[in-house]
């Protein structure tokens, strides 16, 4: 079974923090994703990596940036927090080339920007 | 502007009854479409696809519904269960695995 984990599942920060979501994978996935979602807006794509140290912007980049060192791990930055950054964070992964079925999500962080 | 959209934002069914999910869509190059289902405090998990190349597919008790010269596509039910009520994210994709999500439909079926 795939799992995609995330390092937390609530994070409350204060505006201009900088913030880490961690996100790892156990499939050997070559992509993996980061999405937030709101309400009313679905699921928009922040950032996305077809492979260790690539990164593609999303739909929404600005005021993110991304690591990805090793496979498994992807990480995302809010260099400094702001209040309109508060939402749910989910974190996929899945093989290149296949349909978007096999994309697999983590649960979420839900993050709090004070 | 939101390539997909679900333009109910909730939907209320009895249990054993029919539910059915709309969702719109403007990109003329989607060619392959997804239903997500999504509980409280998960990840979504995928449910249902259908390439632009079939106008239906069925898989148990949920069928998809593609109408590719109005840009709609459609999730039905049946029967619902009370276990069905969730978030349901349809999704859209020119090719690949790069989706573009709808802002969902919250289904709750009532016993």
């Known amino acids: 079974d795939v799992k995609v984990t995330q390092s937390s599942r609530y994070l409350v920060k204060r505006t201009g923090e900088k913030v880490f979501l961690e996100c790892v994978q156990d499939?050997?996935?070559?992509?993996m994703f980061w999405y937030r979602q709101d309400p009313g807006l679905g699921l928009r794509l922040i950032y996305f990596s077809y492979d260790v140290k690539m990164k593609e912007k999303g739909d929404i980049p600005e005021g993110y940036s991304v690591s990805r060192e090793k496979k498994e791990r992807f990480s995302l930055i809010l260099e400094s927090a702001s209040t309109n950054q508060t939402s749910m964070y989910l974190c996929a992964s899945s093989f290149p080339g296949e349909g978007g079925e096999t994309q697999y999500f983590g649960p979420g962080t839900r993050l709090l920007v004070l | 502007d939101q390539q997909v959209k679900q333009n109910s934002p909730s939907l209320s069914v009895q249990e054993g009854r029919i539910s059915i999910l709309n969702c719109d869509y403007t990109n003329s190059m989607f060619d392959y479409f997804l239903w997500y289902k999504k509980y409280p405090a998960e990840g979504p998990t995928f449910l249902i696809s259908?390439?632009?190349?079939?106008d239906k597919n069925e898989d148990g008790r949920f069928t998809v519904f593609l109408n590719k010269s109005a840009k709609h596509l459609s999730l039905h039910i049946v029967p619902s269960q009370p276990g069905d009520s969730a978030v349901y994210f349809c999704?859209?994709?020119?090719?690949?695995?790069?989706?573009?999500f709808g802002g969902g439909t919250r289904l709750m079926v009532k016993p």
């Open positions: 499939m050997d996935h070559e992509n």
């Open positions: 999704a859209a994709s020119p090719e690949g695995n790069m989706l573009t």
């Open positions: 259908i390439s632009s190349i079939k």
